[in-house]
């Protein structure tokens, strides 16, 4: 399969974190740092995300800033492109043209908290272009929640946000599969890079695998890997809206998204609202697709 990767002769340098990260902590138990407004390189995406994230038993699940993808950031929202700007980072995909570094990056801002507990946060933020000129807005709320279920050892991250286009002006996301790449790279939304030290694995209801799961609308889809530590987890994802499908990947590295724009571009009208909420279990061990399902399942 090709890389999503475009060669690295252009690659910006290393970057640097700023202000201190907001930290989601469950029992006790920190489980998810969330890096408010990161001082990073134009090209890498500026925005915030969640890094790291870990299991009840202190496994580190997310990955940031790889030396493969380096604008790959924990969990985060972000889209390659909006109404032309790309707020993913990287090279942006051009049609007949393929991967290539343009002076179109832009930044999605934390602009003002709104909650803050030991296991909540909420925010405004604004997504702009190069220029500064807001494209949208966002209100974003992440909870840790404590699942009921009895079994593996697991919590889940929730992730609820509304985007709203200005008035007058309707905001289209796309992709590089809609920009004309082709093999499935429909990639942009929410998006959780994944550390494993093993190959990952990924399944899901019904199906098993990087190619049969990518592109699919699964009620759920589960990554199996191997932490840092040398300990397994899985991740169970959940929350496809209207018209979003899965985007997996596990041969190249491992992570899983919510890809809004995977075949054809969508539009949020001028004056109207995108509402999205992603739920993704973070549980210790390697678990079967019996077991996912049921945390899948567990709503509290």
């Not at 002076?103 to 296991?119: L, W, Y």
């Not at 309707?170 to 890079?193: E, I, K, M, Q």
């Not at 969508?266 to 077991?291: E, M, Q, W, Y």
């Amino acid at each position: 399969m090709k890389s999503d990767r475009p060669g690295r002769a252009a690659e910006p340098g290393p970057a640097t974190l700023s202000e201190a990260p907001v930290r989601l902590v469950l029992g006790g138990t920190e489980v998810a740092r969330y890096v408010l407004d990161p001082t990073l390189d134009a090209r890498h995406g500026p925005r915030p995300y969640l890094h790291p994230v870990r299991t009840l038993g202190g496994t580190v699940v997310t990955d940031a800033l790889p030396a493969d993808h380096v604008w790959h950031l924990g969990a985060s929202l972000a889209v390659q492109d909006v109404n032309g700007s790309n707020l993913w980072g990287g090279r942006t995909y051009v049609r007949d043209v393929g991967y290539t570094w343009r002076d179109d990056h832009g930044v999605i801002a934390h602009t003002g908290e709104v909650e803050r507990s030991p296991d909540r946060y909420a925010h405004d933020l604004q997504w702009r272009d190069r220029n500064g000129r807001v494209l949208l807005t966002e209100q974003r709320q992440l909870a840790a929640v404590a699942l009921r279920t009895v079994g593996p050892s697991a919590w889940r991250l929730e992730m609820d946000y509304t985007l709203s286009a200005p008035a007058g002006q309707d905001v289209r996301l796309g992709s590089p599969a809609t920009n004309g790449r082709p093999g499935g790279a429909g990639y942009g939304g929410f998006f959780w890079r994944a550390v494993s030290v093993e190959p990952a694995s990924v399944f899901s209801a019904s199906a098993t695998g990087e190619e049969a799961v990518n592109g699919s609308t699964e009620p759920w889809v589960a990554l199996r890997g191997t932490g840092p530590d040398a300990r397994p987890y899985t991740l169970v994802f959940s929350g496809l809206g209207a018209g979003d499908r899965w985007f997996t990947r596990t041969s190249m590295y491992p992570g899983v998204g919510v890809a809004f724009a995977f075949e054809r571009p969508v539009t949020i009208p001028a004056d109207t609202k995108r509402r999205g909420r992603h739920s993704v279990v973070v549980a210790d061990g390697a678990l079967n697709r019996a077991t996912a399902a049921t945390l899948a399942l567990d709503t509290r």
